[in-house]
Antibody, heavy 120, light 107 residues
């Protein structure tokens, strides 16, 4: 079954850190560009970060650049998001999302998300 | 950064009715635009890419048009399963950005 499954969310205090993971299965993970996208409670979608299939090319939203780091381990079929210096406005459901081959800026396979709550 | 503005923010329509949603980009993006559907409690689903290309499996009652800075998503004959929130997204350049969403509700 082709899927991605997120984990690692939870409650963290402002200024704290969290590492999200995404386990991919059912497809050749190393062929695909991957993304993290988030959705605040009752809010719209916000693209967070992107990583190329080999991991050598990354991009970030202005709101997280310098605080979040995306990475991947193709041998483990896993995607990660290291989140540091967390702020209350980072509270959201974080989705791991696969892009179609050849369309790195589209989002075609979504996980169910992992909830991150930043609160004191 | 490219700002994406959708209108209206919500729209009510009857089953069988026609709905048009507009998306405007703050700068020229050719046809680098996608549309997504998100039902309550569900993950978003890619409907249309490159402004007018239907993703596989998407019913033909959905159509997209436009180029440059102005785009539309049309649902020609609204079905009960189409009631959802729709988002546009520019795929022209990073940072990738979404519109604020349009909620399609039952009248």
């Amino acid at each position: 079954q082709v899927q991605v499954v997120e984990s690692g969310g939870g409650l963290v205090k402002p200024g704290g850190s969290l590492r999200l993971s995404c386990a991919a299965s059912g497809f050749t993970f190393s062929d695909y560009y991957m993304n993290w996208i988030r959705q605040g409670p009752g809010k719209g979608l916000e693209w967070v970060s992107y990583i190329s299939n080999g991991g050598g090319y990354t991009k970030y939203a202005d709101s997280v650049r310098g605080r979040f780091t995306i990475s991947r381990d193709n041998a483990e079929n896993s995607l990660y998001l290291q989140m540091d210096s967390l702020r209350t406005e980072d509270t959201a459901l974080y989705y791991c999302v696969r892009s179609p081959i050849g369309f790195g800026e589209l989002f075609s396979l979504w996980g169910r998300g992992t909830l991150v709550t930043v609160s004191s | 950064d490219i700002q994406m503005t959708q209108s209206p923010s919500s729209v009510s329509a009857f089953v069988g009715g026609r709905v048009t949603i507009t998306c405007r980009a703050s700068q020229y993006i050719a046809t680098w635009l996608a549309w997504y559907q998100q039902k309550p409690g569900k993950v978003p689903k890619l409907l249309i890419y490159s402004a007018s290309n239907l993703q596989g499996g998407v019913p033909s009652r959905f159509s997209g048009s436009g180029s440059g800075t102005n785009f539309t998503l049309t649902i020609s004959s609204l079905q009960p399963e189409d009631f959802a929130t729709y988002y546009c997204q520019q795929t022209d350049s990073f940072p990738l950005t979404f519109g604020g969403g349009t909620k399609v509700e039952i009248k």
